[in-house]
């Protein structure tokens, strides 16, 4: 008897739970909702559809910054006004994603490298070592050859600032993460206006961010496989259509 009844009990919370939680899960399938999270509804607010690219959405506006350079130059939102650029922010020690990152980087540099609207704005997250010289030395040993990819560093509370709030790129320094740092692996598309862009995925939701980690590696019979999904060349597709506009 007293199984019944807990048997009804189990029943009857179940059927409670249907009634009010199953249309809401319905509404987000039909409406394509089921990815969406805080930070994703937090950012959809400041996004707004484009005209000749609509495939791609605009965020806030980079804030206005000053570093220096691998020359010793001084580098700002100057340089970066009316290109297109992919923003990284990485440091030279990094034993973890940072190889993986510049790697894929150098695909970007490769396709567009040459083109005086287009440019690549590498920001050290560990300025403390990464000097000029030793972001020059860093250049010539990745075979950096790009006048416009320029690799900056400034004071860390400035370029933690830069990552966290403007980008939206979690950055930090701590003390048990493998080089002292942790980072987000992820490259920003900044359109000839200063704004984030990005394209959306499969549900129509903004991907934000281009995923600057992945790599390919090979299986037992030499073809190759993605790790995972590789976004570098939705990367160049998307650059392509921004030096586009007008």
């Known amino acids: 008897m007293m199984k019944n009844k807990s048997y009804i009990g189990i ?13 809401k899960i319905v509404d987000r399938i039909s409406n394509n909702k089921v990815v969406e999270g805080d ?14 690219t609509a495939s791609l959405v605009k965020f806030g506006k980079v804030p206005e910054f000053e570093f220096t350079n691998h020359d010793s130059i001084s580098v700002g939102s100057s340089f ?26 150098l695909q970007i540099e490769s396709a567009f490298g ?23 030395e860093y250049r010539a040993s990745h075979g950096i050859s790009s006048k416009n990819w320029q690799l900056l560093t400034g004071e860390q ?11 939206d790129l ?4 701590k003390e048990k993460a493998p080089g002292g ?25 903004p991907i934000l961010y281009y995923r600057g980690i992945t790599e390919t590696s090979t299986d037992e019979a030499g073809e190759a496989i993605a790790t995972s999904l590789h976004q570098i060349t939705e990367l160049k597709q998307d650059i392509l259509k921004l030096l586009k506009e007008e």
């Open 11 to 23: 029943t009857f919370i179940i059927l409670v739970f249907g009634i009010f939680a199953i249309p």
């Open 39 to 52: 930070r994703l509804n937090k950012v959809k607010q400041k996004v707004q559809t484009t005209g000749k």
């Open 80 to 105: 970066f006004k009316d290109k297109v650029y992919v923003v990284e922010f990485f440091f030279t020690t990094c034993p973890t994603i940072c190889p993986i990152m510049t790697k894929n980087m």
């Open 114 to 136: 040459d083109l005086e609207n287009f440019a690549i704005a590498s920001i050290t997250i560990n300025p403390a070592h990464d000097t000029p010289s030793v972001l020059k």
């Open 157 to 167: 509370e400035a370029v933690l600032g830069l990552a966290n709030k403007g980008f």
């Open 170 to 173: 979690y950055a930090a320094a």
């Open 181 to 205: 740092f942790e980072h987000s692996g992820m490259f920003a598309l900044v359109d000839k206006n200063g704004y984030i862009r990005s394209r959306k995925d499969e549900f129509g939701n």
